[in-house]
């Protein structure tokens, strides 16, 4: 039995990406894993990390909480829709508020890189997009995949183990919908 923490990064719970991690924690629970869930769409905090690393804002009750589930989690799969080319303002301010220093990393005397303190997690990256995968990758510089998985999951030490690419969305049949939630039943963590 894993510890799977599901990051939904999406505002609005009746999205495609809502939906897809709702078939992801139903099928991963019947497997047997234990599943939390931190669920952007009724999540409440204050997004904005007003002064930087100077002076760290108190953590309101709720990221406390997360800041716990990630710390027990071996397993980390976040969800998000691709906004702009890169992650959506809430999920980029969630983790501005919850990776602080002393909690995912930490900076050391006479030490030009920080020491990593989420070590030995894994993560997996599921994406809708409008755009054709293909063309988000190549094209467009993957710039929200580059920035989550290199730039803050690495950053934490978190390794990175799967990105799935969902798309295009935009003019998407159902039955297409329909296959894309039924895929995340069958893939691992």
């Known amino acids: 039995m894993r510890n799977i923490l599901v990051i ?3 505002t609005d719970n009746s999205s495609l990406t809502h939906s897809l991690s709702l078939s992801y924690i139903e099928a991963r629970k019947k497997s047997g894993d234990k599943v939390n869930v931190v669920d952007l769409s009724v999540l409440d905090f ?3 990390l007003k002064m930087g690393y100077k002076e760290i804002m108190p953590l309101e009750d709720s990221l406390l909480e997360c800041q716990s589930l990630i710390k027990e989690a071996d397993h980390i799969t976040i969800f998000y829709p691709t906004w702009w080319g890169t992650l959506p303002a809430k999920l980029k ?7 602080l220093p002393g909690f995912a990393f930490k900076f050391e005397e006479g030490k ?3 020491t990593k303190l989420l070590k030995g997690k ?13 063309y988000y990758r ?5 710039l929200g995949v ?3 998985k290199n730039l803050i999951l690495s950053f934490c030490g978190i390794k990175t183990k799967k990105i799935i690419y969902i798309g295009p969305v935009i003019k998407s049949s159902e039955e297409k919908r329909s ?10 963590s």
């Open 8 to 10: 939904q990064g999406h």
């Open 146 to 148: 580059r920035t989550l």
């Open 46 to 48: 204050n997004p904005i």
């Open 112 to 114: 030009t890189l920080p």
């Open 93 to 99: 301010g969630f983790f501005d508020r919850v990776l």
């Open 122 to 134: 894994t993560a997996s990256i599921i994406t809708t997009l409008d755009t054709p995968p293909w």
């Open 179 to 188: 296959a894309w939630i039924e895929k995340m039943k069958v893939i691992d």
């Open 138 to 142: 190549y094209f467009q510089g993957n």
